[in-house]
């Protein structure tokens, strides 16, 4: 188990430790198939040790969720703030969606966890759909503020560009990780580079 971080206590840390070691597992099993032997395995602690930092295994499975997410929103945003251009920032956001890898073993954790809570867990498909709707309204914003500084046309739907780029990029994901080839988050980020520069302002 890692050393314990300044300021955080050992509990802290074990809680921790318990979540990076279970979010890929969650990720690539789902809620449903990963069994709590799986996760005794990763973590090199008993059921009991488990289970003292977190409720039940639906507890644990939102809580890994979440941590997954925050990585993979991080990975994806953090060299956004510098691009003062909106429809760069975008361009910006989806190339880093194409070519960074999941920052959680088992890819994108939006996806998957959409997938296998829709018919099973209700509270990890309201997780999944709370991240859905921050991933939209995070894209919505920066095309309402491209507007409002004359970098994107003011007849622009906010959300539905931003719905379609999700649903591009989401989609061509899947295909990719079906076809084992990046081809398909290639060809979306072309796509997605056009209808982009279709909405920027001419310079004036």
């Known amino acids: 188990m890692r050393q314990v971080e300044a300021g955080m206590s050992k509990g802290e840390a074990t809680r921790q430790f318990i979540l990076e070691q279970a979010a890929p597992i969650f990720n690539r099993r789902g ?21 003292r930092h977190f409720a039940n295994k639906e507890e644990l499975a939102v809580e890994a969720f979440q941590y997954a997410l925050s990585r993979s929103v991080r990975i994806r945003t953090e060299h956004l703030e ?41 509270r990890l498909r ?22 409002r500084a004359g970098d994107i046309r003011s007849e622009v739907k906010p959300r539905q560009l931003a719905n ?25 980020q072309t796509t997605l580079n056009g209808v982009l520069e279709g909405v920027r302002c001419p310079k004036k």
Do not use: H
């Open 82 to 122: 510098g691009i003062p251009n909106a429809v760069d920032k975008l361009k910006r956001a989806v190339e880093t969606f194409v070519t960074t890898p999941s920052a959680i073993e088992g890819g994108c954790p939006l996806m998957n966890t959409a997938i296998d809570a829709d018919d099973g867990n209700p």
């Open 126 to 147: 309201e997780m999944a759909l709370e991240a859905l709707n921050s991933w939209q309204d995070r894209l919505a914003k920066m095309v309402i503020a491209g507007m």
């Open 164 to 188: 379609t780029m999700i649903a591009i990029l989401e989609g061509a994901l899947m295909m990719s990780r079906l076809q084992r080839t990046k081809g398909a988050l290639r060809d979306a």
């Open 31 to 51: 809620y449903s198939a990963c069994s709590i032997q799986e996760l005794m395995d990763a973590t090199g602690l008993e059921k009991g040790g488990i289970y």
